[in-house]
């Protein structure tokens, strides 16, 4: 027993030293398996084009982006097409009368200075003008308002202001200053009579009057500036046809071709990276998941290469239908088995497992099929895979038959035809009923053909992975099984046991949602490795010595602790479902053997409490760890005298509290909640199978009865 025990904590440490090397080297191999789907589809494609030479295929834009030139032509158009703004300056007005009343304010000043000449008054007054008013009037001009009267002299003022107020009052542009000017001086020679004062005035009001109108600089900007935001930008649309095969090209379409990347030969490697950055992200998400998911991806590297194949062959049969894509016939993508992958995950593995990889497959798919899309993703692909894989896992189930896999195949089918019946809706294209016709039966075909392949390649993964699947689980339970017929001749009692704690343990481990059926058929076999030695243990010794009598409790130790890993060897050389052989291994976990301990102490031993320890290993998933109750329980509970609900309610409480405490539930993961909710179903299990019952009266008593 101490071999058995040496060798098998050795072979568990080496397996966990090399579990995460491996894991990486399956998850690396995943990314290779990825990366190799998905490479020819995004290799760039070397276009031979020139400027006024056909084309030689249907060129069509691989992304969304921006014809600068086109956008910049329609910016000028637009500024073109603006006029410039102006504004009336009614400010004007007001400062070119004020430039007259300094002309006939310095003439009157003039006037009253007799000591100055007229000759050096008039050229004072030029000067002063040039420089104060910006205005040159002749000789004449100033000699007539040094010499008139000042009754005339401010007449004269009122008239030249009044012209040019009126006439500044109107919007006057600087082509229009001319015709301004003329109406000023008809004003005036309306009301002046003198010649002499009229012409002084009009050559006056002719260099006062001014445009008022003007261009307005900073207006205009800023209305420049929101027509050129208004301007849409000129895109070339994802998909955009930019040549048809035989066209010539043109310089525009060159250019057309140049701006969207396909002539750009220092960015072909661009892809690989972006390809590489994508797998990256894909297989990290599925290792993610994997580590934090209570799945068997978490608990197996062999689960995870099977996980792996599963992926290896959905991958290639979309790789195989988009090389038949070549033969150009409609909606022959339709006709991938996309719910292929999902059904065998959710049928192998787990349904959460299904359902997580669906949205995986789809991606992939949406990459392997974009030779029918213009860009790197077909998103109506895409939208196809993600309905159908899901499907594969919705309508298998949580608990999977081969019964229900052609059904299902059924379900997928419809739902297929139904979704790319939503495609042709969308599509503003004619309906046509002929291509519609073949598309629909393509997908009609994918959900027959995902159900026929699931059905042949699960024995082949059922067999070469010893998976336990539910199809599995049920014949095992069958009990003409060798093993099972080996415990019921030759340990009835232990067969009848194991029948009760798989009661116990499958309605417990249905109620806190672990695998009921996996908890039942493991219970049939838990206790296999006591057909070696049958009357050592109690259940089987009917009306017979007990065999430990005559026994020190060393070598009846020994016999016991052996049984669990004796049950282990005889399942693992009948080629048993490891979780099975787990279950036979784990179910006593290292738990004392209390009796022997303390009948040795009575016989006056030194016995170390280690030595009559089962060596384990402790429980590593749920169902190990209730079977292990309801072992315990079942056995306690076949020992007590007239048990009640209450005295069943204590003794399963008792036994899990004693667990816990032990430490015999560290290495799994169930909840304090779920022990107490599996502690309760046993409970109300026991109080069914050992519930009171009526007593009869015998022979005797009926026939006292009758002579009464």
Request: charged share 20%; with cysteine.
């Amino acid at each position: 027993m101490a071999e058995y025990t040496s060798k098998n904590k050795t072979k568990r440490w080496s397996f966990g030293k090399n579990r995460n090397t491996m894991r990486l080297c399956l998850f690396l191999l995943l990314g290779i398996i990825l990366y190799a789907s998905m490479f020819d589809n995004i290799q760039p494609e070397e276009l031979d084009v020139a400027v006024s030479e056909p084309a030689p295929e249907d060129i069509r834009s691989p992304v969304t982006v921006e014809h600068e030139a086109q956008t910049q032509a329609r910016e000028q158009e637009a500024l073109e097409s603006l006029d410039p703004i102006y504004v009336h300056r009614n400010d004007y007005a007001q400062i070119q009368i004020e430039k007259v009343n300094a002309i006939f304010d310095m003439a009157l000043a003039l006037q009253e200075d007799a000591d100055v000449g007229t000759n050096d008054q008039v050229s004072y007054m030029q000067d002063v003008i040039h420089q104060d008013v910006e205005q040159t009037l002749s000789e004449e001009t100033l000699e007539t308002l040094l010499t008139i009267s000042e009754e005339q002299l401010f007449m004269g003022r009122d008239v030249a202001r009044n012209a040019v107020n009126e006439v500044m009052s109107e919007d006057i542009a600087v082509d229009d200053v001319p015709a301004a000017r003329e109406e000023a001086e008809e004003r005036i020679s309306r009301s002046m009579g003198s010649a002499r004062m009229q012409e002084a005035l009009s050559e006056i009001v002719n260099h006062i009057i001014t445009a008022n109108y003007i261009y307005d600089d900073e207006a205009t900007t800023q209305r420049q500036e929101e027509v050129l935001d208004e301007v849409e930008p000129a895109l070339i649309r994802e998909g955009e046809l930019l040549v048809q095969e035989g066209e010539i090209v043109s310089h525009e379409t060159y250019d057309q071709i140049s701006a969207t990347g396909l002539l750009d030969e220092d960015s072909s490697w661009y892809p690989y990276m972006g390809l590489f950055m994508f797998v990256v992200i894909m297989v990290a998400m599925t290792a993610l998941y994997a580590e934090q998911s209570s799945t068997p991806l978490r608990y197996s590297n062999r689960t995870l290469l099977l996980y792996v194949i599963v992926f290896f062959i959905t991958l290639a049969t979309m790789k195989l239908v988009s090389v038949l894509q070549l033969l150009e016939i409609d909606g022959i993508l339709w006709v991938t088995p996309i719910a292929l992958g999902t059904m065998l995950l959710a049928h192998l593995l787990a349904y959460r497992v299904a359902i997580f990889s669906s949205v995986l497959f789809a991606l992939a798919g949406s990459v392997i099929f974009n030779d029918a899309a213009a860009g790197t993703f077909h998103a109506t692909f895409l939208s196809y895979a993600l309905f159908s894989g899901l499907a594969g896992a919705f309508f298998i189930g949580k608990i999977p038959r081969i019964s229900k896999v052609l059904q299902s195949g059924g379900f997928i089918a419809i739902l297929n035809a139904a979704t790319v019946t939503a495609f042709h809706f969308f599509s503003s294209s004619q309906f046509e009923a002929s291509s519609y016709g073949l598309e629909v039966s393509f997908a009609l075909g994918s959900g027959v053909l995902a159900a026929v392949l699931t059905l042949g390649l699960v024995p082949f993964f059922e067999t070469g992975f010893n998976i336990l699947t539910p199809t599995k689980l049920i014949e095992l339970s069958n009990a003409n099984h060798p093993l099972l017929r080996k415990v019921l001749l030759e340990a009835p009692g232990t067969y009848h046991h194991s029948v009760m704690v798989g009661n116990l343990s499958e309605a417990a481990c249905e109620a806190i949602g672990a695998n009921g059926l996996l908890a039942r058929v493991s219970s049939y076999y838990h206790d296999l490795g006591k057909t070696k030695h049958p009357l050592y243990f109690i259940e089987n010794q009917l009306q017979t010595e007990n065999p430990h009598d005559r026994l020190s409790p060393e070598v009846s130790k020994r016999i016991i602790i052996d049984h669990p890993y004796d049950g282990a060897k005889i399942l693992q050389d009948h080629n048993m479902p490891k979780e099975i052989i787990d279950v036979a291994k784990e179910h006593h976990g290292t738990t004392l053997l209390k009796y022997f301990y303390h009948k040795a102490k009575e016989q006056g031993m030194e016995p170390k409490e280690e030595d009559y320890r089962y060596p384990g290993p402790k429980a590593q998933f749920k169902e190990s760890a209730v079977i292990g109750i309801a072992d315990g329980v079942e056995a306690a509970v076949r020992s007590m005298g007239a048990p009640t609900a209450d005295k069943i309610e204590k003794l399963v409480n008792h036994i899990i509290r004693e667990r816990l405490i032990d430490g015999q539930f560290d290495e799994c993961d169930i909840t304090l909640k779920e022990l107490s909710i599996a502690a309760g179903t046993m409970c109300e299990t026991l109080q069914g199978t050992f519930h009171s019952r009526i007593e009869y009266p015998d022979d005797e008593d009926e026939k006292e009865k009758d002579s009464i």
